[in-house]
Nanobody, 115 residues
Framework: VQLQACGGGLVQAGGSLRLSCAAS????????MAWYRQAPGKQRDSVAQ???????NYADSVKGRFTISRDNAGNTVYLQMNSLKPEDTAVYYC??????????WGQGTQVTVSS
């Protein structure tokens, strides 16, 4: 499975961005997709995940502001980010969890929120 993420950019605090991540290849192996982020000098942390049933969960820091979703085919995952804060600034990575395989990562997309 290969992941291609896009949608990052520069936005003012309070603004919105939508990230997308398209999966290709053996997508039938995907049972969950997720977004992580990594700020400079910090570890990579989970932001949101969605499993095939549609169940979602979020990091406490983004609850109520971010929404993860998938398209009907299940091959593209989105992260709608509203009410962005400077502390949301990070490189955002898409992740796919695969049955019978190690998880795979996208290339990362930079999100910068100015105050």
């Amino acid at each position: 499975v290969q992941l291609q993420a896009c949608g990052g950019g520069l936005v003012q605090a309070g603004g919105s961005l939508r990230l997308s991540c398209a999966a290709s290849g053996s997508t039938f192996r995907i049972y969950a997709m997720a977004w992580y982020r990594q700020a400079p000098g910090k570890q990579r942390d989970s932001v949101a995940q969605i499993i095939n049933s549609g169940s979602t969960n979020y990091a406490d820091s983004v609850k109520g502001r971010f929404t993860i979703s998938r398209d009907n085919a299940g091959n593209t995952v989105y992260l709608q980010m509203n009410s962005l804060k400077p502390e949301d600034t990070a490189v955002y990575y898409c992740n796919a969890r695969l049955s019978g395989r190690a998880p795979t990562w996208g290339q990362g997309t930079q999100v910068t929120v100015s105050s």
